[in-house]
């Protein structure tokens, strides 16, 4: 094709669009703030679960997944997306350790003590003590009320 029959091309298509405009008009959705992706809402601590029981139990979850004795998808609910990430690749590390890619007897987990403080309404940030083995570890989480529950958003273990 040759530039001058590209330009008389488009010459016809632009007075075709201009002349048939109503033709291609299509119908609109109006979108209502409130319909729109759900996000999180934040929730105070009144409408919680309490803090240092529900860190317990998550910490005790969690370092199940890392070490590769649950699985990793019943974190989903419970973690951010980037907690999630970074048990996912303890997750993904522990399991390849283990002798022919599967669960192995391991000692249980056990939390040996919570201690919590609520900086925030609707915050909470917990020092759990875990064993693990033989093996006594730390673990900081964030817990933050979001949609009536607790979210661990961020988690750090020693």
Known sequence: MTPSSLAAAVAQARVALQTDRAVYIQETLTVDDDDALPCPRPTGTQALPDPARWAGQVAHVLLEVITGQRPLHQLTKWVSSEVYAVAARRHAVAVRRLPGHGRQVRPRVRVL??????PADGVAEAAVVVLDGDRVRAMALRLVGQDGR?????MELG
Do not use: A, F, I
């Open 113 to 118: 003590r919570v201690r919590v403080c609520e």
């Open 150 to 154: 607790w979210v661990v958003h961020t």
